[in-house]
């Protein structure tokens, strides 16, 4: 079960996470069925991203990760208390083969199917999970409001699958960042900006509906002060133009020594900011800007598109 305690004022915002719970009543209703998180998604008419991100905050797992460890433990439990053969039981939770299967079996309990039809093996119990709301307490959180008229970077685009959001123990975005580095594909590009304006920004698409991937980009502003001979040469060196629509931004400063302040920051993000206000974040792009010259101890400034709910 997790408790959502956070006030939720007026009975509006919680929207969201009851979308979550009805997510989780969709899941276990087709568990045995070929799914995973996007067609959860459509279930519940939020784009593959939304869910993707809001469902691993709240819940502090993946709903590809829920739904496999929801199929594992029902496994255990009907190789333990029926005839099923482990060959049928791989089939049945969904699985290619009984050698996969086995392997997914055996890091999750400790113990291989085989073993799980003697008694006395010890298995792991993986329940349905409950969101509740509870309106006990509160906590505090800054952030300011700020608009933007549309907006134009440069920057080193590449596209990387939803799965990966959320995931600590994937390194792909940060090793794009080291890989972008040990290149000398960012140095050059922070010249191109005039001195003091040098900030570089770390830039999210949203996926689409039906959308397995999304972009992420490492840029810099493209202003008045840009020099465009300069920029064609970029252009024609492989780097892109990412340009953003007028939007109003949440922003919050993210103080660390490292991405871990920044996750932090997604987390109260979902798990406060929007309960408590009446926001709800939009398809556009969110980012993050590393300044030049920032204020002491602060790692980068977020920024996510949000809206007024109607």
Known sequence: MIIYNQPIPGGLNEVSILLIQQAICYMEAHILEDINYTEVAKSVHMSSYHFHRTFSFITGMTANEYIRKRRLALAARELQTTNISVIAAAYKYGYESPESFSK???????????????????????????????????????????????????ALVKSFPNEIINDDSDHSIPDFWTECSEKNLI??????????????????????INETHFNYGIGILIDEDTDPANLDQFIKSGYSIWETEPADYAVFKCFGSNGDCLGETWGKFF????????????????????????????FCELWVPVSQKP
Not at 114 to 131: C, M
Not at 193 to 207: I, N, Q, T
Not at 284 to 294: A, L, M, N, S, V
């Open 187 to 208: 140095a050059p590009m922070k010249l191109l900006p005039v001195e003091g304006k040098r900030d570089v920004y770390g830039l999210c698409a949203p996926a689409r």
């Open 104 to 154: 997914a079996f055996s890091r999750f309990h400790g113990s291989t199917p085989k073993q799980a039809k003697q008694k006395g093996t010890k298995l792991h119990l993986f329940n349905p999970l409950v969101i509740k709301i509870s309106l006990e307490g509160g906590s505090i959180m800054d952030y300011r409001i700020e608009h933007r008229e549309g907006q134009r970077f440069l």
């Open 271 to 298: 798990k406060e900011f929007i309960p408590q206000t009446g926001y709800q974040q939009t398809d556009d792009t969110d980012y993050e800007i590393y300044f030049e010259k920032g204020e002491q101890g602060l």
